[in-house]
């Protein structure tokens, strides 16, 4: 179900090993470990996967979420997108 998923990626993301990322890439991922996103980054993934979305649409909600930081917007797309893409 969406509730064990979440909770397993909430429990993977408590254990990683941050010391190898930047001050903000550990501060965003404790705060994804406790359930909370950058607004943009929800509103991206929601398009993703929403059937009757444009493609405008899904380009404007790109351009807001690389907006984003120097690079942690290009770098959340990039994990939202390599998450959807089968192995």
């Known amino acids: 179900t969406g509730h064990q998923q ?4 909430r429990c993977a993301l408590q254990h990683l090993d941050t010391r190898a990322t930047t001050r903000t890439a550990r501060e965003m991922l404790a ?4 359930g909370s996103f950058p607004e943009p ?3 991206f993934c929601a ?4 059937p009757n979305a ?3 649409q899904l380009q404007a909600d ?3 979420l690389t907006a984003m930081g ?3 917007g290009a770098d959340l797309m990039a994990g939202a ?3 959807i893409t089968p192995l």
């Open 62 to 64: 790109a351009l807001q």
């Open 47 to 50: 398009r993703l996967g929403a």
């Open 54 to 56: 444009s493609d405008a």
């Open 6 to 9: 979440r909770e397993r990626f």
């Open 31 to 34: 705060e994804a470990a406790q």
């Open 81 to 83: 997108l390599a998450g």
């Open 70 to 72: 120097h690079h942690s």
């Open 41 to 43: 980054l929800l509103r």
